[in-house]
């Protein structure tokens, strides 16, 4: 399942996108790019599990958007620090906790993004398994939306509750399911909401629809002309000592 993807690193593109929004904590809500938080010199930013991700929620009492950093991943029980789980199954997202109180909540958020990517279970020659990462990308360089839902947990030693989000997850469209997926019994995708609104109204809450009318968001994005390709691998650090590429 997806646990990385890419957005724009400019904040003033997802403001224009979803307006009205206000941006809380700064620019850089926790990216882990490529350079430990900012972007890359193509001006986009890469978010993984366990970085903290700009989820835009629903501010009933200011009433507007607001854009805050959340760890994803919820916290695991036996410590904190490990992000478990990460996904929430949108069959179930209404009916399990920890899924369940927050749904019914209200606490439904959206991040936007770029790209995705999702993982490849390969067996090498040896007999070994290994995960191939392969990157989805609608191509067209439009933000678009991932529901994600989001709670608060009092942690010990901490001196005020932390935010922290899961994304939601539906079976996967034919693209990933006949490529990536095509050796697993249930490949999954993440949930993305129907470009703006009435879905991301409906989706935050801000629009006076009941849960139910936002679990009916959670569907299978079919008919869409996105690519897949395998990620890159990331260029090898010299070895000390070793001579300069020619041309330097």
């Not at 593109?13 to 972007?39: I, K, M, N, R």
């Not at 906790?97 to 958020?109: C, L, M, N």
């Not at 019994?185 to 801000?206: C, F, K, N, Q």
Request: aromatic letters at 8%; charged letters at 25%; one cysteine or more.
């Amino acid at each position: 399942m997806c646990g990385k993807f890419t957005a724009q690193a400019s904040w003033r593109e997802v403001v224009a996108f979803s307006q009205p929004l206000s941006a809380d904590g700064g620019h850089d809500a926790g990216g882990d790019g490529d350079g430990g938080g900012t972007a890359g010199e193509d001006g986009i930013v890469t978010y993984r599990v366990g970085a903290a991700v700009p989820v835009i929620v629903w501010d009933a009492e200011a009433g507007r958007r607001r854009v805050v950093p959340m760890r994803w991943g919820f916290p695991d029980p036996r410590d904190w620090r490990r992000p478990r789980p990460i996904h929430a199954r949108s069959e179930t997202i209404d009916q399990k906790e920890p899924f369940r109180t927050p749904f019914h909540a209200g606490q439904r958020g959206i991040v936007v993004f770029r790209t995705f990517n999702e993982g490849e279970e390969v067996t090498k020659p040896s007999g070994a398994t290994a995960t191939k990462q392969w990157t989805i990308d609608p191509r067209d360089g439009q933000p678009r939306g991932f529901a994600f839902v989001w709670r608060r947990y009092a942690i010990e030693g901490q001196p005020a509750p932390l935010l922290f989000c899961v994304m939601a997850t539906v079976p996967a469209n034919e693209l990933i399911r006949r490529t990536i997926k095509s050796g697993e019994g249930d490949p999954r995708m993440p949930a993305i909401l129907e470009d703006g609104d009435p879905a991301w109204s409906t989706w935050l809450g801000e629009s006076g629809a009941d849960a139910m009318a936002a679990k009916a968001l959670l569907r299978t994005m079919e008919g869409v002309d996105w690519t897949s390709a395998p990620e890159p691998p990331k260029p090898r650090s010299p070895k000390p000592g070793s001579p300069a590429p020619r041309g330097a």
